[in-house]
């Protein structure tokens, strides 16, 4: 089975893991892999991300020209073209409304408290970036200062983009994203944050290196001026 082949199934599978879990509905959301230095091969606009087939999906060049397939690609496929070529590390991006983070976006809110060691270590903090309309460069645009520092990105009004060394780093970002929305939720719920202090998070990132499938800087936007039990 060639690169491509492989990756059209993988498309598929975690095209279903994303529509499963709850993190796309309808057509909604998109994945995408890069095939070569030269093309990506994403999933289709106006398709259910747990209907795709092995064949549907859309093989695009790097300015966004479609090469192969006999649907369209994504309004959003600008999207995934800033992360690659921004980041040359990143071969996957992953983007859907996870229902919890998607919340936290819509409320304007990031996802920069340090409130969980696995998570700091894999994800540091997700950032906001501000509104901008699907499909159009506002939407890059409003990426852009985020992509190089971070592998996750909430979006204001709109959902979460994730994006890694491969297809399955991509897609568990997201899952971990969605835990993290989950766990900070319940927080803002009791009325209390135990926050790792500046030393306890600086420890933490400087482990990050030790584990896979984290490619970025993955910077804080902490309030670590707050301390444990504040």
């Keep these: 089975m060639t690169f491509e082949t492989q990756t059209r199934h993988d498309l ?3 095209g279903k893991k994303l529509h499963e879990c709850g ?3 309808a057509t909604d959301g998109n994945l995408s892999v890069r095939l070569d230095d030269d093309r990506i091969l994403a999933t ?3 398709m259910s991300k747990g209907m795709m087939r092995p064949e549907d999906m859309v093989i695009v060049d790097l300015k966004g020209k479609k090469c192969c397939g006999d649907r369209n690609p994504s309004s959003e496929m600008g999207m995934h073209l800033l992360i690659y070529n921004t980041r040359p590390d990143i071969n996957a991006v992953v983007h859907g ?6 919340g936290f ?3 304007g809110m990031s996802l920069e408290e340090p409130l969980v060691s696995e998570i700091v270590i894999s994800l540091g903090a997700v950032p906001l970036a501000k509104y901008g309309t699907p499909g159009t460069p506002e ?7 985020f992509v190089p520092d ?5 979006m204001a009004n709109h959902g979460v983009v994730t994006y890694g060394p491969d297809l399955l780093s991509a897609y568990m970002k997201m899952e971990t994203v969605e835990h993290f929305a989950k766990i900070a939720l319940v927080t803002h719920q009791l009325g209390r944050q135990q926050l790792l202090t500046k030393e306890e998070v600086d420890k933490l990132l400087e482990c990050r290196e030790k584990y896979e499938g984290v ?4 910077k804080m936007l902490p309030r670590l001026s707050m301390t444990r039990g504040n």
Excluded: N
């Design 12 to 14: 598929v599978q975690f």
């Design 23 to 25: 993190h796309v509905a």
């Design 215 to 218: 490619t970025s800087v993955a």
């Design 139 to 145: 939407l890059t645009d409003a990426l852009l200062p």
């Design 150 to 154: 971070y592998d996750a990105i909430l």
């Design 44 to 46: 289709p606009t106006g």
């Design 105 to 107: 976006a819509a409320a």
């Design 97 to 102: 409304h996870p229902v919890t983070a998607t």
